[in-house]
Each structure stands twice: as structure tokens, then as C-alpha cells.
Nanobody, 123 residues
Framework: QVQLVESGGGLVQAGGCLRL?????????????MGWFRQAPGKEREFVAA????????YYSDSVKGRFTISRDDAKSTVSLQMNSLKPEDTAVYYC????????????????WGQGTEVTVSS
């Protein structure tokens, strides 16, 4: 079966950085756009970033543009999210997702989800 397993979350001070990774199995990785979403306590899940199937195009929410970078490694079937200049408002559970394309992931159209990894940014 398809599995998406996130790692790399933790506690960091404001201004710091973290790198999240998502290891996948059970799917033809190169056939999927990959993305990251997050859900803060009491809020709805929101789109963070996505990368196209070929890795040629990336998509970011306005709130993370310029601070976060998404990348994919098709040889390892993994997707990563480099998060720099973290802010307390970035505190959330971060979810990895696989979808038809990066464009559709940006519109919350995902086929598979991971279980999430928690990121806490202290002020």
C-alpha cells in the first residue's frame, strides 16, 4: 500500500530553520506531484508548497514564499521542505501529500497523505 512518512519536525526558535523530509513507498513517485500542507491548532489545513511531477515547477503559499523551498529526489522517492527564517505562526503539523500535479495540489487535490510531523516555533 501507499505510504508517506514525514520526518524532521521539532522545536526551533524564531528565525531558525528546519528541514522536513517525506519518504514514500508503494507509488510510482515520478507520476505524482508532491506537496506539503500544514494545520495549526484550531485552524483548517492549508497549502504550503508543491512541486510538479518533473520537478520543473514549484508552487508556494504567499505566507512562506521566499522562506521555504520544496524539492524532490525521484531516485530516492522523497520530497523535502527546507524552512528558513521560521516564525511562530509557522507552528503547525506539517503533512506530506501526493497528487495528480503540483497545480492540483495547490488546490488541495491530493490522492495520498502522510500522518504529519509537528513543527513548533518559539518566540
Amino acid at each position: 500500500q501507499v505510504q508517506l512518512v514525514e520526518s524532521g519536525g521539532g522545536l526551533v526558535q524564531a528565525g531558525g530553520c528546519l528541514r522536513l523530509s517525506c519518504a514514500t513507498s508503494g507509488l510510482t513517485f515520478s507520476s505524482y506531484g508532491m506537496g506539503w500542507f500544514r494545520q495549526a491548532p484550531g485552524k483548517e489545513r492549508e497549502f504550503v508548497a508543491a512541486v510538479s511531477r518533473r520537478g520543473s515547477r514549484t508552487y508556494y503559499s504567499d505566507s512562506v514564499k521566499g522562506r521555504f523551498t520544496i524539492s524532490r529526489d525521484d531516485a530516492k522517492s522523497t520530497v523535502s521542505l527546507q524552512m528558513n527564517s521560521l516564525k511562530p505562526e509557522d507552528t503547525a503539523v506539517y503533512y506530506c501529500a501526493a497528487g495528480p500535479s503540483g497545480f492540483e495540489l495547490e488546490r488541495h487535490q491530493a490522492n495520498y497523505w502522510g500522518q504529519g510531523t509537528e513543527v513548533t516555533v518559539s518566540s
